[in-house]
């Protein structure tokens, strides 16, 4: 059930509209920006689930969809990871001059290819205070690693082997302060009971940390 402080939108981004859901608690002073995966959108279970729990600590969400339904029928577009930062980017400046929200201090949440793209808009644009990334593919973007400033904190489930040996090499790219926390007993999706409870406490406490100071 949606909640009523949960409104669909829709941002416009040259000539297309992406797809959105935006939640702005009472007296909130920060967000986070939600960059998705590849074959997901702004209606992942997952995504939605960190969201509330950020909802519920005052922090204002936004989940959108990075590509059209007609782009996302294209399959190597959900790997097009210029092509996603350039849609974060996009919507990022949407939020900066949105009357609701050009007020609130921004960071990302991102999962899957969408980490890429957040941790590639955050070396090309200023102003965002914190990255948080969850099973992501920080390495597909290590030329811009080392100009990341942003406090940068990359959650891995224990049995995602191959994508924690692709954090590890990401981490020691990073030249912000940054954490590599990897979950005891989670897979890629951290789908087994408590693992995604893990991901949103240690994503709530990170945001707080750095979106409030």
Do not use: C
């Amino acid at each position: 059930m949606r909640k009523q402080s949960e409104k669909e939108i829709e941002i416009p981004i040259n000539s297309i509209f992406l797809k959105g859901i935006l939640n702005i608690p009472k007296k909130a002073k920060s967000m986070v920006i939600f960059a998705h995966g590849a074959g997901s959108s702004r209606l992942s279970p997952r995504n939605a689930y960190v969201a509330r729990e950020l909802n519920k600590a005052g922090i204002a969400t936004l989940l959108f969809d990075l590509l059209t339904e007609e782009e996302d029928m294209i399959y190597e577009n959900r790997f097009n990871v210029p092509l996603l930062t350039t849609r974060l980017i996009a919507v990022t400046k949407w939020v900066k001059t949105n009357p609701k929200t050009k007020t609130l201090a921004i960071g990302y949440f991102g999962a899957s290819t969408g980490s890429a793209a957040a941790l590639q808009a955050v070396a090309e644009i200023k102003g965002i205070k914190a990255v948080v990334s969850r099973g992501g593919r920080p390495d597909l973007v290590l030329p811009y690693l080392p100009k990341v400033s942003t406090p940068t904190l990359l959650i891995v489930g224990e049995l995602d082997e191959p994508v924690i040996e692709m954090n590890k090499i990401a981490y020691e790219r990073l030249k912000a302060e940054k954490e590599l926390v990897i979950v005891p007993g989670a897979t890629h999706l951290f789908e087994e009971p408590g693992k995604l409870e893990k991901v949103a406490t240690l994503a709530r406490k990170w945001f707080l940390r750095f979106l409030t100071s």
